[in-house]
């Protein structure tokens, strides 16, 4: 017998009471309703209320001082400042492309801060705020995109943030073949928080349609690994919206695959900490894996090379702009009572970074043409060996030395 | 554990014995599963079972399931997570059910396994053997009898080997393992029943290495895999014949050790390369061109390949048809010898 809508057997999501956001949003519009199963603390104007899904959540807060939540403002601030001046310089000539983070800064730095120490983070290629709260100098994430090289830093020394992955979803096979081996090494779920680890992997709504997602939530759930999916939905996968992905709610899937699934509003920075502290908390404790679908908005483009103009409704952009993050959360700060001088200094800070950064960017330097042959192998290898002697043979040749 | 000690506990005090290549793949594991605890076997079916082939018979007994991990049936996820777990210090052996089911996984083999040392400049190593039995012969269905190797010797990033008899694929295996770099271990299935003897005490050559498995002097034979036992059967009819074929096994094929062939073809001016793969673009093609490229005085005729022809592999009841033969063989022997 077809489903119904009635069927009790279907998952069904209550109609919405928001405006609902134009095309790409529509099948995934429900989730934004107060009364649906998003969790969420902050409404879209920054007051403190918290959904009916949110109430689990809300011990979580009080592990956040008021430093913290100073600290989520500011590298949200700063990391769409960075955003900007590293999109500048991608029109100017001085990187090959950018990836823009625009609108998912309250996503990523709600979740990068329920991460420890000990963890591991496996980002996708858009996560720029991640690798700044673990520790990566973001500078070097434009190393990659300036050509350089085609990683940009050592993942053991900046904070076990891994490198960027440009194939979509091949990383989170890699973190669930990593947190298998958390749970060999007898690294984690041992009730020592202070020791245990886990892994967190961002990926995509476009990237949930990839076979390597769907068989890493397989494989995640047959060895109950330490690992938080962190799906970052922001409803459009270059051109193609999230309803040609899914015709359900993303999170939905968890379930299939033997795990919690929960959906947060990821505009709202203290619902994303919350729900990730939660999630990151139970993986450390032996609890297995989870999945989380942060609802938020590509507000730029998917990267310098795109024009969302020819696709994309400008009613829909101007729904989710009228819900951004930094906006919502400087408004709920400002009712905290946080004063206007520190709102001001970190758009100090901010234009100080985007600077500092430019100026940077550009005294990057291009590496030894040996790096085409270094590092293929880790033994030595005839092929390669002979080819790196004749390129240097080759060129010395040339009057003057290289060509 | 010393390799010592850990040998005479594969071994126990037989200097040497004589196994079917399944067992001597099945003894390389254990060995190199006692010399090194992070060494660990994924796949479909490697548990209980011991592998459709049973290959890794009775090692989920002695090392436990968390050694030897029966996966979800699913190859890229074998390889991805194999990738995350070398991330991690292990050193996975991946094995791949079948020759044509290692196409799920390419991606991550190809875009990721090979690449993955060379992004993180240097950063970390990738010790993965994926194990996959290959080629003709075993009557089988589509999928089943596939020679894929050319794909991965085409890729930077990845050693690839193909071991022909159960020595080699003894010490080759730990040989892979202890690799720091990704290594596609190509297992010719219809040579895993066939016995030989195995000496424990010592390789003999090292991974990487050809090697003149019979010398003659009119014609130079190179193969890898199945296709060696199928140039020494030629060998032996041309030596009826009063013609002798210096027949070398390649062994690796990627990086190939054009050494012992090179100096074979001084000899011989004539080369002959035998492969079950579709020839186009093959493991032969690179051969060729290289002892053209390098050999130019020394060849007497021009280099020919024998190979499986530009087609899917057929049906099994023409399979014969399909596969290089002695007979074949000795074909193009004779085209070589008529220049």
Redesign the interface.
């Known amino acids: 017998m077809p489903a119904t809508r009635n069927d009790a057997s279907v998952p069904t999501v209550a109609p919405p009471t928001l405006p609902r956001p134009p095309h790409a949003a529509a099948p995934h519009a429900a989730a934004l309703n107060d009364d649906g199963p998003t969790v969420r603390l902050l409404s879209p104007s920054g007051e403190f209320i918290p959904s009916a899904a949110a109430e689990q959540y809300l011990p979580y807060l009080d592990r956040l001082t008021e430093a913290d939540y100073r600290r989520f403002y500011r590298d949200m601030v700063v990391v769409r400042r960075f955003d900007t001046e590293a999109a500048n310089l991608q029109r100017q000539g001085q990187l090959a492309l950018w990836v823009p983070s625009h609108g998912q800064e309250a996503a990523q730095v709600g979740s990068a801060y329920a991460t420890r120490a000990q963890d591991h983070v496996f980002p996708s290629y858009r996560e720029h705020v991640v690798g700044m709260v673990r520790g990566l100098d973001v500078v070097d994430i434009l190393r990659m995109l300036r050509g350089v090289t085609l990683g940009g830093w050592k993942p053991e020394e900046h904070g076990n943030f891994h490198l960027y992955t440009l194939v979509l979803a091949a990383q989170t096979l890699h973190s669930t073949g990593y947190a298998m081996g958390m749970t060999l090494d007898g690294s984690t779920g041992t009730g020592n928080p202070e020791t245990d680890q886990a892994v967190i992997v961002y990926y995509g709504d476009g990237a949930s349609s990839q076979g390597d997602a769907n068989e890493a939530l397989v494989f995640a759930s047959s060895y109950q690994t330490p690992q938080v999916f962190f799906m970052q939905n922001n409803h459009w996968a270059i051109s193609v919206p999230v309803s040609r992905q899914s015709r359900s709610p993303l999170y939905l899937r968890a379930s299939g695959f033997g795990m919690p699934g929960v959906q947060v509003d990821g505009n709202d920075v203290l619902a994303s900490f919350a729900v990730t502290a939660k999630a990151m908390d139970d993986a450390r404790a032996g609890h297995g894996p989870s999945l989380i679908e942060a609802l938020t908005y590509r507000v730029g483009a998917h990267t310098t090379a795109d024009d969302p103009t020819k696709y994309r409704d400008p009613a829909e952009l101007a729904y989710w702009v009228a819900r951004d993050p930094i906006e919502r959360f400087r408004a709920y700060l400002t009712g905290r009572g946080v004063e206007q001088e520190f709102l001001d200094s970190v758009e100090e800070e901010a234009n100080d970074f985007a600077a500092d950064t430019r100026r940077r960017a550009l005294e990057i330097v291009g590496p030894e043409v040996s790096v085409i042959f270094d590092n293929v192998y880790a033994e030595p290898h005839p092929l390669v060996t002979e080819q790196k002697a004749w390129l240097s043979r080759y060129e010395a040749s040339f009057e003057g030395g290289q060509k | 554990m010393t390799p010592s000690a850990a040998s005479t506990a594969v071994t126990g005090t037989a200097a040497s014995a004589n196994l079917p290549m399944t067992k001597a793949l099945n003894a390389g594991l254990r060995q190199a599963m006692l010399n090194d605890p992070k060494v660990?076997l994924m796949g479909e079916d490697i548990g209980p079972l011991g592998g459709v082939f049973r290959v890794t018979e009775g090692l989920i007994k002695e090392f436990g399931d968390?050694r030897v991990l029966d996966?979800?049936l699913?190859e890229?996820?074998i390889?991805?997570?194999?990738?995350?777990?070398?991330?991690?210090?292990?050193r996975p052996v991946c094995e791949i059910q079948f020759d044509g089911f290692v196409f799920?996984g390419f991606?991550?083999i190809t875009?990721?396994l090979a690449?993955m040392?060379?992004?993180?400049?240097?950063?970390l190593?990738?010790p993965v053997v994926i194990r996959i039995p290959y080629g003709g012969h075993i009557g089988s269905v589509e999928h089943h009898q596939e020679s894929p190797e050319a794909y991965f010797a085409h890729t930077?990033?990845l050693?690839v080997v193909s071991p022909s008899n159960p020595h080699d694929a003894y010490w080759m295996m730990q040989q892979a393992i202890e690799?720091?770099?990704p290594v596609i271990f190509f297992e010719p299935k219809s040579r895993y029943w066939p016995k030989g003897e195995v000496v424990y005490a010592e390789s003999g050559i090292p991974l990487h290495a050809s090697r003149v498995v019979r010398t003659g002097s009119d014609v130079t034979v190179v193969g890898h895999g199945a296709m060696v036992s199928v140039l020494l059967q030629a060998a032996e009819i041309a030596a009826t014949e009063g013609i002798t074929l210096e027949v070398i096994d390649l062994r690796s094929i990627s990086?190939i050790?054009f050494g012992p062939i090179l100096a074979s073809v001084e000899k011989t001016g004539r080369l002959v390369v035998a492969q079950e793969a579709a020839g186009f673009v093959s493991v032969g093609s690179e051969i060729a061109a290289t002892v053209a490229e390098r050999a130019y005085y020394s060849l007497e005729a021009p280099v020919l390949r024998v190979s499986g022809f530009d087609t899917p592999f057929p049906p099994a009841a023409v399979e014969t048809h399909f596969l290089p033969s002695p007979d074949r063989i000795l074909e193009a022997v004779d085209r070589a010898l008529a220049y």
């Open positions: 660990i968390k996966t979800p699913a890229s996820g390889i991805g997570t194999a990738i995350g777990l070398a991330m991690r210090g292990f799920p991606d991550q875009s990721q690449r040392r060379n992004r993180h400049e240097g950063g190593i990738m930077p990033g050693r690799s720091n770099d990086p050790d």
